[in-house]
């Protein structure tokens, strides 16, 4: 899980579970005779340079932490669940105009979808869309991805900044409903 995309940790955080600690550990585990010492070899200590390939490691962990203690497990859950709720409002706007279609089902805050071309040629479809997302981020007024899921070029709408509000996501899909008339008007 990556912490700097949606635990308001800046660039570079992530956290890694793990169902058995000890294969990691026994796969990375290194020895060299000057790193030997009693609270290790004792199993006083976790040698957490077992558990990465290097050696030692930047203090990711407290940026993490000082989140979890300022914000606490509730207003983490208030703040991931508002995102996705986002999302479910701007997959309903997607799925109220017929020009568009949801491609895949919403995960969390990540919305799939297309602009549907008048006739059904795939490779149409899929030049339309690439031509949709160079005009949206043009504007400079948002920024959106893609994917190609299944040979299908489509648009992906990430709910995740933090000051995001239901007004940014209206804004944000304006955007997306003026560059596909144009589009379609012109093209």
């Known amino acids: ?13 992530s956290a890694l579970w793990v169902k058995d600690r000890n294969a990691l550990i026994q796969s ?5 005779e000057f790193l030997k010492n009693k609270a290790s070899e004792g199993n006083m200590v976790v040698d957490y340079k077992d558990w990465q390939i290097p ?12 989140v979890l203690r300022l914000y606490g497990l509730e207003n983490l859950q208030s703040y991931i669940r508002n995102h996705i709720e986002l999302a479910k409002q ?18 969390f805050s990540l919305v799939c979808f297309r602009l549907v071309p ?3 040629d795939k490779d149409c479809a899929n030049k339309l869309n690439h031509d949709l997302l ?6 400079g007024k948002i920024f959106i991805s893609h994917t190609v899921l299944s040979g299908t070029y489509v648009l992906r709408v990430a709910v995740g900044a933090p000051l995001t509000e239901k007004r940014h996501v209206i804004a944000a899909w304006k955007v997306l409903q003026d560059e596909a008339s144009a589009l379609l008007c012109c093209g």
Do not use: I, Y
Not at 28 to 32: G, H, I, Y
């Open 90 to 107: 701007f997959e309903e706007l997607v799925a109220q105009d017929p020009r568009f279609e949801v491609f895949a089902p919403r995960k």
């Open 118 to 120: 008048p006739h059904n």
């Open 134 to 139: 160079d005009a949206v981020n043009s504007t």
């Open 28 to 32: 990375l585990s290194t020895n060299p």
């Open 55 to 66: 050696l030692g490691r930047r203090f990711r962990s407290l940026k993490l932490w000082m």
């Open 1 to 13: 899980m990556n912490a700097h995309k949606w635990f308001l940790t800046n660039f570079d955080c």
